[in-house]
């Protein structure tokens, strides 16, 4: 399912940093008549309030970009990855604090279970941000209460997981596939914002790393979505790949 731009292979360095820059430039201005109109005003709590509201209003809006870009860069073949040692347990350490201040915000009960410090994977760093960063996303967004993020080693196996559980609205298991699909919304949690393609994206890279991310059968009151990946993949450290979407 394409979005009809019509773009092809230039759509990586040239239209993705336009836009990006076009995001970029709107948030320099407006970060800086921010803080004119709270000099101006004495920095009242309202005009604050207001301006914390428009700079995460940009945030969001540069985030929904960067989703349709990624998505678009699949369609006409452009996506590669560079594999290298990454530290997961740091990287996933620094997701799961950068998205504290939104769970806390909802009133989240907010608990990541990672009993170690230093584990080296071998992984495209970027794109595992791009997937955490989704399922992060999404189950803040549609939690009630809590969200419980637990990782697994399985180096017998040469595999590591990454469990992301959230209570509220649970998936009905025979979507566990239809999610997956670009654009696809469902109909209960429609009303909230979103492109429709962040678990595309993940599924996508996640397969480019030879790995898995599939929705659990829940035994409880809580989704489950699980990552799966290699620790070592021998045949891609440091080694440009690409992957053809057609």
Known sequence: MGLGTGLGAPFEGGLRKSVLEIFRQDGVAIH????????????????????????????????IANQILDFRQAEVKEFSLYFEKINIAELLQDIHA???PLAEQNNLHYLLDLPVKEFFIDADSDSIQKILGNLY???IKYAARKVFVKFVAMEEDNKFRIEIRNDGFLIPYELKDKIFEPFFRIKETSMEKGTGI????????????????????STGAMNIFVLELQIHNIKKINKPIGRFIT
Do not use: M, P, W, Y
């Open 198 to 217: 962040g678990l595309a994206i993940s599924r996508t890279l996640t397969e480019l790393h030879d790995g898995k991310i599939e929705l659990k059968e």
């Open 137 to 139: 996303s999404n189950a």
């Open 32 to 63: 800086r008549n921010v803080e004119f109109a709270e000099r101006l005003s004495g920095g009242g709590a309202e005009l604050r309030e207001k301006s914390r509201f428009v700079q995460l209003l940009h945030a969001v809006q540069l985030n």
């Open 98 to 100: 950068s998205f504290k």
